[in-house]
């Protein structure tokens, strides 16, 4: 059973955000400078959908001893926490969101984090696992029935929204002091800390990828013309999706963008001719869409390079490698290689990976790609096993004859 946690605190004013963060910098004052850093967790609830940023409709701090803040940013602006904020370790779950918003609302990145998700990937968890689930798995807790989905722009807030918002928080405390421990236990503090502040420099540039083009399984087959074509309407919806505040494919679609990369139109009225190009976004941009494309081909500089064509098998082998990684050493798939390294590995090599990931994955990554070992299937799981000798392959004969 969850413990009863106290009540939290309800911040909806100006006078009452200054008084917290007074309080944050008066126990940040009285902390031992030879102690660890001290922690305050955060949680954020926000609107994503149909924007290319979330909106944050609400931040959840909870401090050391317990007490924990709910506080109404659309009551109350945020920026005298800044201060407070930059001294300590936050503690965070799952947090690239949390921190983006933060800042946004503070102006204020921390000085360091603890992610726990990422922590916990590194201890066997799965990688990104929600909250819930490693609360009840590592240190037994149960949490509230959840509201995440709730609409946190409508005020007054619920009780029940409160509640649920403040538990968040309350117990990021005795779950990252038991992933502390077990990370200790596992000579793996240092990954942590390096793949936190990997976390906290993803916040400060998030975004959507503009080259996730690279790992359609079309792309090895692009011709020079195409990758032109497709990089700058890729390029385009991304600033044009920001500055409309949509998620970029809103405001075109990856076929559409494909389509046209093929196609390459020349006039407006060749736009019409694909039933999914909207009337509206022919009337809005059809000029700028034929002005990027012409753009794109006549661009001297050098083209985006092709992606190998070998790269979507390559790649299909590193997931199951990964799996084979979380599988035999703890560290979760997802965590070993996230989308955007796997494809950069997939076509690079391993010399794409770098930091506490060359330490942790770095030689076996290597004899996975000089042939040193190879990726079966076990009960159905993938594990690695040495390189299968022709001899031993199915449809051989022990003459290594030609396959049957």
């Not at 649920?164 to 117990?171: E, G, I, N, T």
């Not at 991304?238 to 389509?259: A, T």
């Not at 390294?341 to 090599?349: C, F, I, K, N, P």
Request: hydrophobic share 45%.
């Amino acid at each position: 059973m969850h413990p009863l946690p106290p009540p939290p605190t309800l911040v909806d004013r100006a006078d009452g955000v200054a008084a917290l963060a007074s309080r944050v910098q008066s126990l940040q004052d009285a902390h031992p400078p030879t102690a660890p850093p001290l922690r305050v967790a955060i949680d954020t609830e926000f609107h994503s959908e149909r924007r290319f940023r979330p909106a944050l409709m609400l931040v959840q701090l909870g401090l050391p001893d317990g007490s924990s803040y709910v506080i109404d940013p659309l009551a109350a602006p945020l920026h005298a926490l800044g201060p407070a904020l930059a001294r300590v370790e936050l503690l965070v779950h799952g947090g690239m969101h949390d921190l983006a918003l933060l800042h946004r609302a503070t102006g204020t990145w921390p000085a360091t984090v603890m992610d726990t998700q990422r922590a916990a990937g590194l201890v066997g968890a799965i990688y990104p696992a929600r909250l819930e689930a490693l609360l009840r798995q590592r240190v037994g807790l149960e949490s509230p029935p959840s509201r995440a989905m709730s609409d946190w722009s409508v005020r007054p807030l619920r009780a029940d929204q409160v509640r649920y918002a403040a538990a968040d928080v309350q117990d990021l405390f005795p779950l990252a002091a038991e992933l502390d421990a077990a990370l200790l236990q596992a000579g793996r503090t240092e990954w942590a800390r390096a793949a936190c502040a990997e976390l906290l420099e993803g916040a400060r540039a998030p975004g959507w990828d503009p080259h996730a083009w690279r790992a359609w399984q079309i792309a090895p087959n692009l011709d020079e013309a195409e990758r032109r074509v497709i990089q700058a309407l890729m390029d385009w919806r991304m600033v044009e999706g920001r500055d409309r505040d949509q998620p970029p494919h809103f405001v075109l679609g990856d076929g559409l963008i494909l389509q046209l990369a093929r196609t390459r139109p020349a006039a407006l009225e060749d736009l019409g001719r694909d039933r999914r190009m909207a009337s509206g976004l022919r009337k809005r941009h059809g000029g700028t869409l034929l002005a990027c494309i012409t753009g794109a081909l006549a661009d001297a500089g050098p083209p985006p390079p092709p992606v190998p064509p070998g790269a979507p098998a390559t790649a299909a082998l590193l997931r199951a490698w990964a799996e084979t990684v979380a599988e035999e050493e703890g560290i979760a798939a997802g965590l070993a290689l996230p989308p955007e390294l796997l494809q950069a590995v997939a076509e690079g090599g391993p010399s794409a990976v770098h930091g506490w990931r060359q330490a942790a994955l770095g030689p076996a990554l290597a004899a996975l790609w000089e042939g040193r070992v190879s990726v079966t299937l076990s009960a159905g799981r993938p594990r690695r096993a040495p390189p299968l000798e022709p001899s031993a392959a199915p449809g051989y004969d022990s003459g290594g004859q030609e396959p049957t």
